[in-house]
């Protein structure tokens, strides 16, 4: 009991409050409904009263006039709910709010959010026996922010969702559709900050690097990794195959080595790779992609990220004659297609166009710096034709 007696007013309260929700106190009658009450101050018998009942846990103790306040709450009821004892006087107001000020400041004090989380997760380990599902905090934000104003791709929610719910997601889809805009959408709608990599070459692009005179070069990578926030790793597929295989194990084990030292994962880390293939190597539109193994791809979502023609058209259409130009860049798009033609008509081509026409370029050029590129005459004619004859079979239907 020594342990009890040198307890203070505050550590006593917040001890039998964990003796109550225990079990380990006696109730007499219906005491139990002022036991708050008694805690809280409210029905006298001070620092001593409390050090009774914390020894003897037994609930009321000498002292504690409980009759006279059920009379006293059967002239004016007053709520089960615990709340600080009612006063008229302004100065005792501010004399509790001070109180209660206080003792969170004392509740708080020296405790930040991260080492919270690494206590439970502490205790779980210690209560959770071998073989049972291991629990962890996952700690996500409270809310998604609304972007007001922002025009979102068609698998926006799908992304925001899979990563909300601690996912890795892989975006997989041509150049040019919104890819990297929309993973930094869903960082703000998260309210996380956002970190941004494209095609790396060697694993210290990606880690970082300590230099000849000791000093470490950080990268988006670890400032994400440790410090949390979405990290976009864009072209991932055409990046280094001894860099992805340390990010890999950085996901995996929740760990990785940097120059300055080993590091555990954020809680709030979260993963968004953008690719243009599925992972399963080069294509005839995107050579130089890289296979990846099956454990690789076991460690994300796939969601794929086509062209939003509605999309497009939206954005086009806040320049002139924008959505027109946004359907004959979709209808070239379409043919390319349809006729095999290795080449890439994106979105941002057609905001291209936008800008340039608006500009007061000709169209036919326009088309030809960022439109038909590299094509030779023989392919756009052919294209052409097909727009044509596409056009002429939905009229006669």
């Not at 409390?50 to 609930?59: D, K, N």
Request: negative net charge; glycine residues 8%; charged residues 30%.
């Amino acid at each position: 009991m020594n342990h009890i007696q040198s307890m203070s007013q505050t550590e006593l309260r917040t001890y039998l409050r964990q003796l109550k929700q225990d079990g380990a106190i006696t109730f007499y009658g219906d005491s139990e409904k002022y036991f708050a009450k008694f805690v809280n101050g409210q029905l006298g018998g001070g620092i001593e009263a409390l050090r009774r009942c914390a020894e003897e846990l037994i609930f009321p103790v000498e002292g504690i006039d409980i009759d006279a306040e059920r009379k006293r709450e059967e002239r004016e009821p007053i709520p089960d709910i615990p709340e600080p004892a009612r006063t008229t006087t302004p100065t005792a107001k501010v004399d509790r709010e001070a109180s209660r000020q206080e003792l969170l400041r004392e509740l708080l004090s020296g405790v930040d959010r991260d080492e919270v989380i690494q206590i439970v997760n502490d205790v779980f380990d210690k209560r959770i026996g071998d073989g049972l599902p291991e629990r962890r905090i996952i700690v996500t934000p409270a809310k998604v922010k609304k972007l007001d104003g922002t025009l979102y791709h068609k698998v926006f929610d799908d992304v925001l969702m899979a990563i909300g719910a601690g996912l890795h997601a892989a975006l997989v889809g041509p150049a040019g559709t919104g890819k990297t805009e929309m993973a930094e959408c869903v960082a703000k709608a998260l309210e996380l900050p956002f970190h941004f990599t494209g095609k790396v070459t060697s694993e210290f692009q990606l880690l970082g690097f300590r230099d000849a005179h000791g000093t470490v070069h950080e990268t988006e990578f670890r400032r994400a990794f440790v410090n949390g926030g979405l990290f976009l790793f864009d072209e991932m597929d055409a990046s280094s195959p001894n860099a992805v295989t340390r990010f890999n194990a950085a996901l995996s084990n929740g760990y990785c080595d940097f120059p300055d030292g080993h590091h555990k994962a954020h809680p709030n880390f979260k993963v968004i790779a953008a690719s243009n293939t599925f992972w399963s190597g080069a294509t005839r539109e995107y050579v130089g992609r890289n296979p990846m193994d099956g454990a690789s791809k076991d460690r994300f979502c796939f969601i794929e990220v086509d062209y939003d023609n509605g999309l497009e058209r939206l954005i086009a259409s806040q320049y002139d004659s924008g959505e027109a130009i946004a359907v004959r860049v979709q209808s070239v798009r379409k043919a390319i297609t349809d006729l095999k033609i290795r080449h890439i008509a994106s979105m941002r081509a057609t905001i291209s166009l936008c800008k340039l026409i608006g500009a007061g370029m000709h169209i036919k050029k326009a088309e030809r710096i960022v439109l038909w590129k590299d094509l030779s005459d023989d392919q756009v004619r052919k294209i052409e034709k097909h727009i044509k004859d596409q056009r002429k079979g939905g009229d006669n239907e």
